[in-house]
Nanobody, 126 residues
């Protein structure tokens, strides 16, 4: 069972950049389908990006071309690089993992149903 701890959130101006990190322990992330989702106030949770065990990635339309998901298997860390940030990107960002949920479903869609996730890190864009 993998444990996840996010960091890297903060306050940034419109157009700025942030990189979120998710440190995993208890298991190797290479065995998991990984992803990021966000909770924006007064809105439903939204899958932001996902990466499958074969390295394939998927993104929400709202972040395509601006966000990049990647992982460092040696360090057991998942990243989310965010550029050209907009006020509508403001929210709590969560890292999530699951070993089976990506089968037949893009990771960015399946991430909302992943079994393991962290405590979140707040991103504020103004």
């Amino acid at each position: 069972h993998v444990q996840l701890v996010e960091s890297g959130g903060g306050s940034v101006q419109v157009g700025g950049s942030l990189t979120l990190s998710c440190v995993a322990s208890g298991d190797t992330i290479g065995r998991y389908c990984m992803g990021w989702f966000r909770q924006i106030p007064d809105r439903e949770r939204e899958g932001v990006a996902g990466i499958e065990s074969d390295g394939s990635t998927s993104y929400a339309d709202s972040v395509k071309g601006r966000f990049t998901i990647s992982e460092d298997s040696a360090k057991n860390i998942l990243y989310l690089q965010m550029h050209s940030l907009k006020p509508e990107d403001t929210g709590m960002y969560y890292c999530a993992a699951d070993q089976a949920a990506c089968i037949g479903t893009p990771a960015v869609e399946a991430v909302l149903f992943f079994a393991s996730y962290g405590q979140g890190t707040q991103v504020t864009v103004s």
